[in-house]
Structure formats: structure tokens, C-alpha cells
């Protein structure tokens, strides 16, 4: 089975640590980094080479168009997913992040 290696960013530890959850239901995926800012993940994905990156909206703090673009020139061929909304409620482990 081939895998892939995927990086996740967000600024907040606990909503990485639901996203390498949300990622181990597919055992074709597989964690190669985790980022706490679009900066930080831009370098790691020149050294890392990921397929897919994962990337929490709140964390580039309304620079995501510009670090997409970053990330466009460093790894080209990764599928990027931004994802918002992640500050409101629960994460599946039930802690709450409203506030």
C-alpha cells in the first residue's frame, strides 16, 4: 500500500493533535510533520516534500492566501486543504475552544 505523507498547521497544539486524529482513520495517510504557523510550515515542507497539507485557516492569521502561495512554490504537487470554523465549540475530545 502506497502511503502519503501529510504536514498539518495550526497554531493551536490541541487542534494539530485533533487533526493527526481525523488522520489516523486512514492508514494511506501518514504524519510527517506538524506546523504551528505558516512560516514554520513553509520551511518544513522544503525539506519534508509532503502530498497533502492540512492547514487550520485560523492559524495564518488572514495571511493564508500568501502562504499558499509560498507553499505553491516550494512543493508544487502537494494537495493543500484549508480548513475554518475550528474556534468554535468542541474538538472531538470534547475540550471547549469558544473561548
Known amino acids: 500500500m502506497n502511503t502519503i505523507p501529510v504536514v498539518i498547521v495550526d497554531e493551536h497544539p490541541l487542534i494539530r493533535t485533533s487533526m493527526e ?3 489516523r ?3 494511506r495517510l501518514v504524519l510527517c510533520g506538524e506546523a504551528g504557523s505558516g512560516d514554520e510550515v513553509v520551511e518544513m515542507c522544503e525539506t519534508l516534500s509532503p502530498q497533502f497539507i492540512l492547514v487550520g485557516i485560523d492559524a495564518l492569521d488572514g495571511t493564508w492566501m500568501s ?3 509560498k507553499l505553491r ?3 508544487r504537487d502537494a494537495k493543500i486543504v484549508v480548513i475554518g470554523g475550528l474556534r468554535c465549540g468542541f474538538t472531538p475530545d470534547g475540550a471547549n475552544l469558544s473561548n
Do not use: E
Request: hydrophobic share 40%.
Open 73 to 75: 512554490t516550494v512543493q
Open 25 to 27: 482513520g486512514d492508514p
Open 21 to 23: 486524529k481525523m488522520l
Open 67 to 69: 502562504v499558499i502561495g
